[in-house]
């Protein structure tokens, strides 16, 4: 697909240029057209001399004379260097400095072979890391006890929830104000947008880091925390730390997949306490394992269930209600801060349970059989009915699996024409069997998979070949990861740097690429929003969308840029770089020397002849030489001239 | 980077095709008036599914009121603020939509009832894509219909803002090739480099202009273009007038924005926005609860919108739309599932509003779609497609909708002629 919006966008700059121009009439547009005849020329040409170029670099290449650091994988198309960076651009969040070198050293083929077996991986930096967010390890309970709601713990402390509020709004200004005095840096004063401080529940600026300046963020109030989003401020600044820091890199990149592809939201009702064990307890451990088992244990935890609703699906013949009636009325689980409607909890206790087709719908279009999976309506019903009596036991105290039996609706159920006898909970199981083993499913996943990680149009043979091995392997992920790079389409020419990289993806990238030291990640969790992808608030269950045409457009672009300066030019708050002892280099270098060193650090030398010749110029802008317009002594701007690097569009791909 | 075979061969394609529709551009550029649009459109999505029988009421159905037990919008004759605001003896709208009640019988607001997709899907996520692409059924379609519309409305001198989403990503609905433009919030709309901005603009600006990968490139130069023309105009300076009063959350500022964006004259003739939050499967609540407060926020943000935007509204056109409705009956949960038809509403001058539009299905048993939900009688296409021929001034309404009936004559006849 990155081809087709490559050509419509380019089509379209192109069209708009020639409307302008077309005062001038027939002639200039000839003009124009011819240009643009002799325009992919002309780049072919540049590429090729650059190609031809690396070529001298690597004697041992071309690669068909296998150069020894990648002896054992069907790479042709890439040399040496070019391969590694591209393992290392899709098996990990990106290069650090030196990455290239240590895995040439190691031996392409045997790093692949560790990133498969993470157990093998010493990686207990990270692990100290992470000991500074204690909610990882809490239970749901726990979390619920601990980050009340704001009605539960007005309750707590004797006190209206209006007094609550503004009470924690008050608190948390005079943190702001604190911290922004501290900081002092007024750089990005007028961003505006703190909409979340109204109080009001928006579906996506509740969180408090959304759509506010990523550079006032409540750093110093963090700790002090007790709200809700805690929790999910910690999950996100964990999911940076793992990102930037773990040595089980395509673990992690899995783990993400995963997580993504079973989607859930944290800004529904309960699941905001529930994601942290669904991560930990649901997706991690068996982010590398079997498929199916994978579907079960996110079939079981209560985050799924209450994301999709199905822990309230019951045979609406059920006589006895009684027991299921008290947890329904405490509301404000639900529907989040909507408060009680005392008026309507009369008739509550009248309704009864019903089926709720909502599990039963994403499990075949989602995460299974694909939305082209030839399941029907009726399939929906009865995989809906399989599953009754799987359910929660206390979303807001307890919230553990649960199945009861007397929610579930007995008699045998027909799905895609297989019967599923009655038998209960399992039924629920059976299906789950019957979806992971259907070919549909297998093709769906292994194509997903191929999207993320080879390009956004995978070769159909490719997807067949790991099709086949899902079959043969009975759903292992990494067997289908095996097949996967050990397949010749996985380094084509094609493939090769084709992928725009995610928001995330390119906020933790830029954070190895410059070695960055992160004490507090939320700036970075807030970035991530701003260009466009808030962690675990993806809404709909689809997840994030992997492919150009989600993440390439103006506003995000924008966003890109400024995320690169802001993070090149020291001003990320609660993270250290130090670009100068990056680049080996001091300010008062020559700026061409900085600028060939930048790109060889941060993008090993890989950028097109023509970025490189328009960053050479920018380097004769004055300003660039000086750190401020007065100061008399030429000095580079080495943050500015990084930034740049990584706002480069070669650094926007992995 | 070297260039792949392919991307060459791709190029060069577009360039050869190029060639071949030059008589058909000229021709279009004569004929274009040389006149910016002054007509605008701001669409409106809810995302989730609204539940349109809630949202407007169809009270004089006694069976409503039977398949919605514990939800149910009491009829007017409770009056106050408990029950539907009856706009036409039959309809009414929920309690919290009282600021557009007054606008309908101002006559500045219509809705169409039972309008949607006729695809039969209840999946958010295909539904909501086959209303984007203006194309139900069909899932290889690439663009949006919006973007659609704008690629055949004359471009002379459109500006980067012609067609505007706020929020972070560009929707499905403004995907394709014409420009397109997603800005999260107008203020943070710059490079930021502190005093060396302009240099470092000017660096990535150039570096975006000349690289050979197409799709940033193409996008590189949309946002510098447009980053420069919104500093000069400043949106943030128009400040809400009439007294109009905006939610304090996302969609409110984004409808702020699009007032500002509209003020600054800066040539933006469609604006997208979204709200999200309507799929509401538990504890919906009639009266009050989850729905009541998302259409409060829905109201007071149109009614500010159009008190803000004063005579300006006698060239705007608001349309909302959502991917499907919910089921008639309630379900198990005190929520509504995934259902069929649904509400549109229609704003603005060129409105001619004070009436429900569309043929009304009824909701008894033998009536409802698939014997559960609301049938679709007016597509959504006809709907847009009138907005657009009598408002936009789209020529070939074909192919923005391809596949459809666009015959005028079956337009619900909505607008002012």
Known sequence: MAGRISHKQFASAERRRWRRNSVVGAVACFLAALLILSAPFAAAKGGQQKGQKKNKKNPNTPAAVASPAIKGLPITELDETEAILHALNRLTYGPRPGDVELVRKMGLSKWIEQQLDPDSINDSEL??????????????????????????????????????RKEQQAKQQQANRQMNAAMGDQQNGDAGGDIDASGRPSNINRQGYNGGDPNRSPMQAYLQNKSPQRVTSELSMAKVDRAVYSERQLYEVLADFWFNHFNIFANKGADRWMMTAYERDAIRPHAMGRFEDLVVATAKSPAMLFYLDNWLSADPNTPQRIAYQRPMQRRPLFGGQQGRFPQQQQQQRKREFGLNENYGRELMELHTLGVDGGYTQKDVIEVAKCFTGWTIRQPQQNPDFFYNDQMHIGGSKLVLDHTIEQGGMKEGLDVIHLLTHD?????????????????????????????????????????????????????SREAFRSKIKTPFELVVSAARAVNANIDMPLPMVMWTARIGQPLYQCQPPTGYKDNAETWVNTGALLNRLNYSLTLAGGRMRGTHVDMAQLVGMDATQDPKNVLDKSIEILLYGNISAQTRTTLEKQLSDPNLLHARLDDPIKQVNIGMVTGLVLGAPEFQRR | MQISRRIFIKNSGIAMLGLSTLPTFLQRAVAATGMPNKKKLVVLFQRGAADGLNIVVPFGETNYYKMRPSIAIPEPRRGGELAVIDLDGFFGVHPSLAPLSELFHKGQLAIVHAAGSPDTTRSHF????????????VKSTDDGWLNRTMQFLPEENATPFRAVALGPNLPRTLLGSAPAIAMPDVKQFQVMAGAGSQMIQGGFEAMYAQTVDTALRG????????????????????????????????????????????????GMEVAFLDTGGWDNHVNEGGVQGQLANLLRDLGQGLAAFYKDMGDRMEDIVVVTMSEFGRTAHENGN????????????????????????GKWPGLSNEHLYEGRDLAVTTDFRSV??????????????????????????????????
């Not at chain 1, 500074?132 to 006890?145: D, E, G, Q, V």
């Not at chain 1, 704001?150 to 707590?156: E, I, S, T």
């Not at chain 1, 194509?447 to 390009?455: D, K, L, P, R």
């Not at chain 2, 295909?126 to 059924?137: K, R």
């Open chain 1, 127 to 164: 692990q100290s890391r992470l000991e500074k967010y204690p909610t990882l390890k809490m239970s749901s309970a726990k979390l619920l006890n601990e980050f009340p709601q704001p009605q539960v713990a007005a309750r707590r402390e004797g006190k209206t929830i209006e007094e609550y």
């Open chain 2, 219 to 266: 996008t590189g130069t949309e946002t510098f273009e447009a980053i420069d023309m919104l500093k000069k105009a400043n949106p943030s300076q128009f400040q809400p007038e009439n007294g109009a009063d905006y939610p304090k959350n996302r969609y409110g500022q984004s409808i702020q924005q699009v007032a500002q964006l509209l003020k600054a004259n800066i």
């Open chain 1, 439 to 491: 070919p549909h499913t297998a093709h769906h996943i292994a194509f997903q998979i191929a999207e993320h990680f080879v390009s956004d149009t995978p070769p159909a043979a490719l997807v067949d070949r790991m099709t086949k091995t899902f079959i043969s392997s009975d759903g292992d992920t990494k067997a289908v990861m095996h097949t996967m790079i050990y397949s010749p389409e996985f380094w």
């Open chain 2, 384 to 417: 847009l497609g009138e907005v657009l021929t009598g408002h936009l001034g789209t020529k070939n309404l074909n192919a923005v909708f391809p596949g459809f009936d666009n015959d005028s004559r079956k337009f619900p006849r909505l607008l002012k002629t």
């Open chain 2, 126 to 137: 295909d539904a909501q894509d086959y209303m984007e692409s203006g194309t139900p059924g």
């Open chain 2, 334 to 357: 005190r929520g509504t599932d995934h259902g069929h038809a649904n509400c549109m509403f229609l704003m603005g001058g060129p409105v001619k509003g004070g009436k429900v539009y």
